[in-house]
T-cell receptor, first 113, second 111 residues
Framework: DVKVTQSSRYLVKRTGEKVFLECVQD?????MFWYRQDPGLGLRLIYF???????EKGDIPEGYSVSREKKERFSLILESASTNQTSMYLC????????????FGPGTRLTVT | QKEVEQNSGPLSVPEGAIASLNCTYS??????FFWYRQYSGKSPELIMF????GDKEDGRFTAQLNKASQYVSLLIRDSQPSDSATYLC???????????FGTGTQLKVEL
């Protein structure tokens, strides 16, 4: 059965902290994605990775970085958290090109105070 | 102009009726089209995908694609209260690995 897991469901951090969000998939998928979802703005792509150690910027990469050292794991890093990064963060993975279904993790609701 | 546009709703339909959800997109090179359902507090799950012009049916769901008019729609027949959710349209513009999502349409199926 398909599974994408995220390290935390809820997270509260202070402004300026370095924040790590982790995502793990067990489907041997090539591609992994990080989105944030905000009311009225929908799902917006932050970064994606199509192979180990490979990454590409999405639509809103500012203030974020990513790491993919192993195929199954894709980490999102907030270098210095700010209040405008308070959001729902969703990780997804897919086998091949975007013609394939993206499987989503349960999401991490991050609050930055 | 947004790349993928949806009416935010809410769209209210009575139980047993047909719900019609619409989505327009701006990139004529778009190749793959997806409908996701998202319950409140949950992550999106795929309902349908469609690549070719015309209709594609799966149970109570029908996806319709018209590339000339740049719209894709989702019909839900015999709507049930359990169909109440936000429906996200997603488009793969010009190939590659990325999907662009609309902001979603909230559907409410009333008893």
């Amino acid at each position: 059965d398909v599974k994408v897991t995220q390290s935390s469901r809820y997270l509260v951090k202070r402004t300026g902290e370095k924040v790590f969000l982790e995502c793990v998939q067990d489907m041997d998928h090539e591609n992994m994605f990080w989105y944030r979802q905000d009311p009225g703005l929908g799902l917006r792509l932050i970064y994606f990775s199509y192979d180990v150690k490979m990454k590409e910027k999405g639509d809103i990469p500012e203030g974020y970085s990513v790491s993919r050292e192993k195929k199954e794991r894709f980490s999102l890093i907030l270098e210095s958290a700010s209040t405008n990064q308070t959001s729902m963060y969703l990780c997804a993975s897919t086998l091949g090109l975007a013609g394939y279904e993206q499987y989503f993790g349960p999401g991490t609701r991050l609050t930055v105070t | 102009q947004k790349e993928v546009e949806q009416n935010s709703g809410p769209l209210s339909v009575p139980e047993g009726a047909i719900a019609s959800l619409n989505c327009t997109y701006s990139d004529r090179g778009s190749q793959s089209f997806f409908w996701y359902r998202q319950y409140s507090g949950k992550s999106p799950e795929l309902i349908m995908f469609i690549y070719s012009n015309g209709d594609k049916e799966d149970g109570r769901f029908t996806a319709q694609l018209n590339k000339a008019s740049q719209y894709v729609s989702l019909l839900i027949r015999d709507s049930q209260p359990s169909d109440s959710a936000t429906y996200l349209c997603a488009v793969n513009a010009g190939g590659g690995n990325k999907l662009t999502f609309g902001t979603g349409t909230q559907l409410k199926v009333e008893l």
